[in-house]
């Protein structure tokens, strides 16, 4: 029984062999390319004094709700009720407004992001157009990218199983 499995997993072994030596894979490093286009040392640039202008602005707000608070402990003893309920629902609308700039500057979907994806498009569609470019030049299958996460930048039409797994599932 182990003698027939372990044949089985050889003869699976040797056929995937034989069966991917006929394709042509190759990969890119995207953030090194990038990293080394002026173009993109430029947008760098740009993005970096949007960070430094919210940053300063960031600190600014933190720097007043710190005073507010401050102050309000200083002098809750000698305020009314009514006074600390008011000045607790301003402190908490500071911090809100805080973490809301914080979103709305640095979030998953801020400013920021939206920046870097604005400036970055016309250098990511350079990028891609040469991937292409090069795979059918070369006659690649596949060509990935390892930065960040492993993934496809080209993929021969002729490996897409899309439409075919679709119609199995229906």
Aim: glycine share 2%; net charge negative.
């Amino acid at each position: 029984m182990k003698k027939s499995l372990f044949l089985t997993g050889f003869i699976l072994f040797l056929f995937s062999q034989s069966m991917f030596a006929q394709l042509k894979v190759g990969y890119i490093d995207s953030d090194y390319i990038i990293k080394q286009l002026p173009d993109a040392q430029d947008i760098q640039k740009q993005l970096d004094q949007f960070i430094l202008e919210w940053k300063e602005e960031l600190i600014t707000l933190e720097k007043e709700y710190e005073k507010a608070l401050k102050d309000f402990e200083e002098r809750q003893l000698i305020m009314s009720e009514e006074k600390i309920k008011l000045t607790q629902k301003e402190l908490e609308t500071q911090q809100a407004e805080i973490l809301k700039f914080r979103d709305q500057k640095f979030g998953v979907q801020g400013e920021l992001f939206k920046k870097q994806e604005e400036l970055m498009k016309p250098i990511q569609n350079r990028l891609f157009t040469a991937v292409k470019e090069i795979a059918e030049e070369d006659d690649y299958d596949f060509i990935f990218d390892r930065s960040g996460d492993m993934m496809f930048v080209y993929a021969k039409e002729k490996y897409d199983l899309t439409n075919k797994v679709l119609d199995k599932i229906k």
